[in-house]
């Protein structure tokens, strides 16, 4: 007698029914250029109960206004975050938080008067293609030729 075939954890990936790269990607995204990146960075802030938190985070993209996080927590919209570099600091808001697997992608909106440059903070793997989301994107879309 035959053993019936070991059935395999399935575990969904995308449970929303939209692509991945768009959902996650491109959410809550201002039409400013984004520069992928990957980089480990520590952030901290407080939680709900003024409790100071910790975490390693991977940055994902960055922008002059922003950056998306990939975190192991999920992290409330509206909490305010510092992100440490190697010799300074951002600070900014939570504008999302969406899980994916076992992590969740934070977009995080810097502050009025941080901003990140080049020049200031060079995560270690920057790639210089940039992607344009939003209006920004829709505004430089090539037209069609009828």
């Known amino acids: 007698m035959k053993k019936p075939p070991k059935s395999k954890a399935v575990r969904p990936v995308n449970i929303s029914g939209t692509s991945a790269d768009r959902m996650f990607m491109t959410r809550g995204r201002r039409g400013?250029?984004?520069n992928l990146c990957a980089d480990l960075l520590k952030i901290r802030w407080s939680d709900e109960s003024g409790a100071s938190r910790r975490e390693l985070a991977t940055?994902?993209?960055i922008s002059?206004?922003?950056a998306c996080l990939k975190v192991?927590?999920?992290i409330p919209v509206g909490t305010t975050l510092t992100i440490?570099?190697?010799?300074?600091?951002y600070q900014g808001q939570v504008r999302h938080?969406?899980?994916q697997m076992e992590w969740y992608f934070i977009g995080v909106e810097f502050s009025p008067g941080y901003r990140w440059s080049k020049d200031q903070f060079e995560p270690a793997h920057?790639?210089?293609f940039r992607f344009r989301t939003g209006k920004?994107?829709?505004?430089?879309a090539p037209k069609s030729v009828h």
């Open 126 to 128: 920057l790639l210089q």
């Open 97 to 99: 938080c969406d899980p």
């Open 136 to 140: 920004a994107a829709k505004a430089k």
């Open 84 to 89: 440490l570099y190697p010799s300074g600091s």
């Open 32 to 34: 400013v250029l984004r």
């Open 59 to 61: 940055l994902e993209d």
């Open 72 to 74: 192991e927590k999920a």
């Open 64 to 66: 002059p206004t922003g």
